[in-house]
Every structure is written in structure tokens, then in C-alpha cells.
Nanobody, 117 residues
Framework: QVQLVESGGGLVQPGGSLRLSCAASGSAPSIYEMGWYRQAPGKQRDIVAMVTNNGDTRYGDSVKGRFTISRDNVKNTVYLQMNSLRPEDTAVYFC???????????WGPGTQVTVSS
């Protein structure tokens, strides 16, 4: 069982930046994929970004060119650098991991990101 602890959320003005972190413990060395989803009030949970243990990355269309995902395999930590933030980026951001490419995900509790002036 993998445990996930997220940090770095908060309130930021439009155009600003935030960096989210998610540290995995437990069965962390066997993690294949780590990433982030987000969910705004009244909306479905959507992919933000993911990274595999060999460095392959994918991004949601709305964040391409603004967000960057990275991973420290030694620390079993995934980071999400968010730049040029927009009000529509406001959501709860959930970290996840999974051990297999199509396996079930383990989720963190979520961290709130609010973009507002």
C-alpha cells in the first residue's frame, strides 16, 4: 500500500506560479507512474500531467506549455511546477501513483489551488 502526502497548494494571483509536491511512502520503489489530476467544483476529475519511471511525460491540453511535471525516483516524489496560472486552474489537485501501466491508482487527499486576484 502506497501513502501519498501532497504539499504546495494555496492562493495565487493570475499569472503567478506554484509548485506542488507529492511524496510517496510504503511500497514506493515499485511505482511505475506518478501524476496529478484536478477537480473543480461541479466538474469531473481531469488529468493534469503524468510521468513514468523512465521519464515519459504527458500533459492535459489546457496546461501544456505552462505546467511541468518532474520526478525524483530516489525520493519517490513527484513535482508539478505551475506557471502562468489562470483562474480556470482553480481546483483541488490530487496526486496519484500506480504500479502498472493500466493498473489501479492510489490517490492522495488533495491540495487546494486557488487562482484569484
Amino acid at each position: 500500500q502506497v501513502q501519498l502526502v501532497e504539499s504546495g497548494g494555496g492562493l495565487v494571483q493570475p499569472g503567478g506560479s506554484l509548485r506542488l509536491s507529492c511524496a510517496a511512502s510504503g511500497s514506493a520503489p515499485s511505482i511505475y507512474e506518478m501524476g496529478w489530476y484536478r477537480q473543480a467544483p461541479g466538474k469531473q476529475r481531469d488529468i493534469v500531467a503524468m510521468v513514468t519511471n523512465n521519464g515519459d511525460t504527458r500533459y492535459g491540453d489546457s496546461v501544456k506549455g505552462r505546467f511541468t511535471i518532474s520526478r525524483d525516483n530516489v525520493k519517490n516524489t513527484v513535482y508539478l511546477q505551475m506557471n502562468s496560472l489562470r483562474p480556470e486552474d482553480t481546483a483541488v489537485y490530487f496526486c496519484y501513483t500506480r504500479k502498472l501501466a493500466l493498473g489501479p491508482r492510489s490517490w492522495g487527499p488533495g491540495t487546494q489551488v486557488t487562482v484569484s486576484s
